[in-house]
């Protein structure tokens, strides 16, 4: 395989260095989180095969399920006709995505002009990631 | 249904008032496309029951098919637990959600290290759009 960093280099970084990364998956197409990389995340993920991402909040690599178990296996990686965008399909380790302890973050759908929880939390996070 | 702006003002709009917005099949689960929203836009996606996104580019509400007739009628809307991503099901009319004619815009994957297009152009632009 090529080097990723040259196919890195042709991405549409935004002005913080960053593009949207969608993690799908794999099997059943279900949408499990959208998180950002920045390029070294990108080029991390495709080295290790498995989801990184850059954490805005923590200003720092995010090796997804670093702390949980519940890696995510890169099985395909996609760019979009713009690319500004990267769509991982992904097997999800632990069958959960979400910091809630549920498989997808996106558990919130709008239901008579109102956010319903529709998904249920599989296991507990403080089980997941340890009391503080 | 109550009112959606309400619920739109609970996300988090980034620091150009703008989400991310997932465009997802309703019935095969594919990814068709990211494009971003401001609160306009969400609650006119609502409204109207139609993808309706705000244009980076050109700087102003996009309504999604406006030009080429490919309207994404809304299915369900969903967003994510920190509430900074939108991901919608849509019926994709006319099966093409790409301007250049493709049914998805994550029509580029990596394959040997290099971004290989593996989806075929369905129409030509020049017949979605007119020639300019």
């Known amino acids: 395989m090529n080097d990723i960093s040259s196919q890195a280099a042709s ?8 593009v949207p990364a969608i993690a799908q998956d794999w099997q059943t197409g279900e949408v ?59 097997e999800q380790v632990g069958d959960i995505a979400c910091h809630t302890g549920r498989r997808s973050c996106f558990y919130q759908r709008l239901e008579n002009g109102e956010w319903q929880v529709t998904d249920p939390v599989l296991q507990d996070p403080e089980a997941i990631y340890g009391k503080s």
Do not use: F, H, P
């Not at 991405?11 to 960053?18: A, I, R, S, V």
């Not at 850059?54 to 670093?66: D, F, H, M, V």
């Open 32 to 90: 499990l989180m959208l998180a950002w990389m920045n390029r070294e995340a990108l080029e991390l993920t495709v080295r290790e095969g498995r989801a990184i991402y850059w954490s805005r909040s923590r200003g720092a690599l995010w090796r997804k399920g670093e702390s949980s178990g519940n890696v995510q296996q890169l099985k395909e990686l996609r760019i979009d006709c713009d690319a500004d965008t990267v769509l991982m399909k992904v």
């Open 11 to 18: 991405l549409k970084w935004n002005e913080q260095g960053l």
